[in-house]
């Protein structure tokens, strides 16, 4: 599969969101990818494995519906649904080309 550079920014129930990629040292050392809701920004830790970031955008991404839904999900339910979502859309491309028509 072709690789695609990763966006700059990202739009999320109807704001645009930064999204970047920083070292560790902006972020706690276990710490993936931070949500942060009052500037909109998303920083992913460039320090790990290319499709743990990717999978850390999803991640960060359910944060922010999750904010915007005021659905109160805790860290567990977004790490389990984020996974599982990555999975889904990672397992089917073609379903995923068919639902954007692209
Ligand atoms: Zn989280």
Request: charged fraction near 20%; glycine fraction near 8%.
């Amino acid at each position: 599969m072709a690789k695609t550079k990763m966006p700059g920014t990202l739009r999320i129930s109807g704001r645009d969101y930064d999204l970047a990629a920083e070292g560790k040292s902006c972020l706690n050392v276990e710490t993936m990818g931070m949500h942060y809701p009052w500037d909109n920004r998303i920083i992913l830790n460039d320090s790990t494995a290319p499709g743990q970031i990717r999978s850390t955008s999803l991640h960060e991404v359910l944060h922010a519906c999750d904010n915007d839904a005021g659905t109160g999900l805790d860290e567990q339910a977004v790490t389990s649904l984020s996974s599982l979502l990555f999975a889904a859309l990672r397992d089917n491309p073609q379903w995923v080309k068919w639902m954007m028509g692209w």
